[in-house]
């Protein structure tokens, strides 16, 4: 069983940067893609981040684009959300998901997910 731990949320001002991360179990991280999903209150969740399980390869949403870099360190069974130029409307628990092979492709179906930090971006 695959355990994932997010932390690094909190509250900042608008404009301002946090680095999310996501520690994860498991001697076999490295075969896993990584995403980050965020849900704000009363809304879906949705997609944020992914990146595959080379790190080669990364996706965002639109809405984060140029903003949010997705990393990992696969020595460090860890991967990491750096979000600058925060937005009030970036307001969301923030969810560290995991995709073991076969992979479902970004922003679809993930195997295991976090507990999930909460992100308040003040105005």
């Known amino acids: 069983q695959v355990q994932l731990v997010e932390s690094g949320g909190g509250l900042v001002q608008a404009g301002g940067s946090l680095r999310l991360s996501c520690a994860t179990s498991g001697r076999t991280f490295s075969n896993y893609a990584m995403a980050w999903f965020r849900q704000a209150p009363e809304k879906e969740r949705e997609f944020v981040a992914h990146?595959?399980?080379?790190?080669?390869?990364?996706y965002y949403a639109d809405s984060v684009k140029d903003r949010f870099t997705i990393s990992r360190g696969n020595a460090e069974n860890t991967v990491h959300l750096q979000m600058n130029s925060l937005k009030p409307e970036d307001t969301a628990v923030y969810y560290c998901?995991?995709?073991?092979?076969?992979?479902?492709?970004?922003?679809?179906?993930?195997?295991?997910w976090g507990q999930g930090t909460q992100v308040t971006v003040s105005s």
């Open positions: 998901a995991a995709d073991r092979p076969p992979y479902s492709g970004y922003g679809s179906e993930y195997d295991y």
């Open positions: 990146i595959d399980w080379s790190g080669a390869n990364t």
